[in-house]
C-alpha cells in the first residue's frame, strides 16, 4: 500500500500542476507567468502549463517528455527549448504563432517530414536539432545533408543548429567556415620531415596560394574592406552629428545670439 502511495506520489510530482507553476514563477496568476524555467524536473505531463495564456519563454530541457498537447495555447510563446526529452511529434507547436527560437536537440524527430507542421510558423528564425557539445541529436541527423532538407521544408529559417544559414552575414559565416576548412588542410599535412644537411623546413611550393584558396582570401579582405568602409562613414556622420549639435549649444548659451 505504501509503495503504491509513494509511486503515485512520484508521478503527481512528475506532473506540471498550479502550484508547480507558481512556486517556480513567483507568480500567483498563471496568466502573469512570463519566463518559466523548469529544466530537469523527470516531467512527462505538461499537465496545465497551457493555462499560462501570455508565457514567453519557456524551458523544458532535460526531462521525460513525449506529447506536448498543452502548448498549443501559448500564443505569446517566442522562445522554447525541448532538448533531451522524448519527444516525436511537434505537431502541437503548429499553433504557437509567435515562436521564433525552438530547441529540440535530443528528441525523437526521424524525418525531414516531421518539420512540416512549423511551415505556417512565419516567426519561427532559429531551429536546433543537434548540439555537438552537449551530445545531443535526433535521428533524422543522420542524413549527412540533413540541412539542406530542413531549409527545402522550413526555407523561413536564418539558423540551424547554431549555424547562419541565410540572411544577413551568411555569405561571410560560410566564408569563415572555408577558410577554416583550409587551414585545417594545411595542418593536417603534418610537419615536413628533414634528414641529412640543411634544408627547407617546408616543401618547395608550400606558400604558393593556390587558386580557390586565393579567392576565398580576397573575397574575406573585399568583405571587411566594405565593412571598415561603412564603419568609417557611420563614424563621420556621426562627427557632424555631435559637431553640429556642439554649435547648436555654444549658440543657445552665447546672450549675444537672443534677437529682442
Known amino acids: ?3 503504491k502511495m509513494e509511486k503515485e506520489q512520484e508521478r503527481e510530482s512528475s506532473k506540471v500542476t498550479s502550484e508547480l507553476l507558481k512556486s517556480r514563477s513567483g507568480e500567483f496568476d498563471l496568466e502573469s507567468i512570463l519566463f518559466l524555467k523548469l529544466r530537469g524536473l523527470a516531467i512527462y505531463d505538461l499537465g496545465c502549463i497551457g493555462d499560462c495564456l501570455n508565457l514567453e519563454r519557456l524551458d ?30 511537434l505537431e502541437p507547436l503548429s499553433s504557437c504563432d509567435s515562436l521564433q527560437s525552438l530547441n529540440v536537440a535530443g528528441n525523437l524527430i526521424s524525418n525531414v517530414e516531421g518539420l512540416q507542421c512549423l511551415a505556417g510558423l512565419r516567426k519561427l528564425e532559429s531551429l536546433r536539432l543537434r548540439d555537438p557539445v552537449s551530445n545531443l541529436s535526433n535521428p533524422l541527423c543522420a542524413a549527412g545533408s540533413y540541412r539542406t532538407s530542413v531549409l527545402d521544408v522550413l526555407p523561413i529559417l536564418r539558423v540551424i543548429d547554431g549555424e547562419i544559414v541565410s540572411g544577413r552575414g551568411s555569405d561571410l559565416y560560410q566564408l569563415c567556415k572555408d577558410i ?34 586565393s579567392t576565398i582570401i580576397e573575397e574575406a579582405y573585399k568583405q571587411f ?10 563614424s563621420k556622420r556621426a562627427d557632424d552629428t555631435i559637431a553640429q549639435a556642439e554649435r547648436a549649444l555654444d549658440l543657445r548659451n552665447d546672450p549675444s545670439s537672443y534677437v529682442f
Do not use: I
Open 1 to 3: 500500500m505504501e509503495a
Open 60 to 89: 523544458l530541457s532535460n526531462n521525460n517528455l513525449t506529447h506536448l498537447g498543452p502548448l498549443a495555447s501559448l500564443k505569446q510563446l517566442v522562445v522554447l527549448n525541448l532538448s533531451a526529452n522524448r519527444v516525436a511529434s
Open 180 to 213: 577554416d576548412s583550409s587551414l585545417k588542410k594545411f595542418l593536417g599535412n603534418g610537419p615536413v620531415e628533414v634528414t641529412g644537411g640543411a634544408k627547407p623546413w617546408v616543401e618547395e611550393g608550400y606558400w604558393d596560394l593556390k587558386p580557390a584558396q
Open 225 to 234: 574592406n566594405d565593412v571598415l568602409q561603412e564603419c568609417k562613414e557611420l
